[in-house]
């Protein structure tokens, strides 16, 4: 009977601050027995949009520690996402890559290495990610988008509009590929 209180208790607790981490919330989910990797990964997240950036290092690091290969990539792919948020575009570039030597099929991970490869100023690399990305996964409209933007800011006008049509195709209300669309439809009225 205690357990169970307990267990009420900690339910609601998780209810009323889903987004709260503390330092005995992985205490309290293991307690509840929840010890997997997505439990440390998610945790990792929660950490890091709360600004605990040094606990939720540590719940990256125990998530790699459980982690296998059906997951270790969305792992790394988070890791990356962290370091983009705190600027260390040099650990981001080697999550993602770590992210597609464990998934060669892990497309979001490939679109952030275009991204990365684009802010080299690597064109090249950067549209092969883009185009692996999208032949991997052709319902995410991010790597199409960014075909599209930069397609556009190197003039290849014909090919931005097929690639942000393919972006609508998969999220019609993407505002800034509508707003590439008018531009481009713009500049084919003029011309």
């Known amino acids: 009977r205690r357990l169970l209180q307990v267990s009420s208790r900690e339910r609601v607790h998780l209810r009323a601050h889903p987004f709260i981490p503390d330092a005995n919330g992985p205490r309290r989910h293991r307690q509840m027995g929840v010890n997997n990797t ?7 997240l929660c950490c890091f949009y709360s600004s605990q950036y040094d ?7 125990r998530a790699l520690e459980l982690a296998d290969d059906g997951n270790m990539a969305d792992v790394w792919y988070n ?31 490939f679109n952030c290495i275009g991204v990365l490869e684009l802010r080299k100023q690597n064109v090249e690399a950067a549209q092969a990610n883009f185009a692996t990305a999208q032949k991997l996964a052709p319902y995410l409209f991010e790597p199409f988008y960014n075909s ?9 006008f014909q090919d931005a509009f097929l690639q942000v ?10 505002s800034d ?3 590439l669309k008018r531009t481009l439809s713009n500049i084919f009225s003029v011309l």
């Open 38 to 44: 997505e439990m440390w990964n998610n945790l990792g």
């Open 55 to 61: 606990i939720s290092l540590s719940c990256f690091e």
């Open 79 to 109: 890791v990356g996402q962290v370091a983009v948020g705190i600027g260390d575009v040099s650990l981001a570039y080697q999550a993602f890559k770590i992210a597609t030597s464990v998934d060669s099929a892990h497309a979001e991970s």
């Open 148 to 156: 599209a933007l930069l397609a556009y800011k190197m003039g290849n």
């Open 165 to 174: 049509s393919s972006a609508l195709g998969v999220y019609p209300g993407h």
């Open 177 to 179: 590929s509508l707003e």
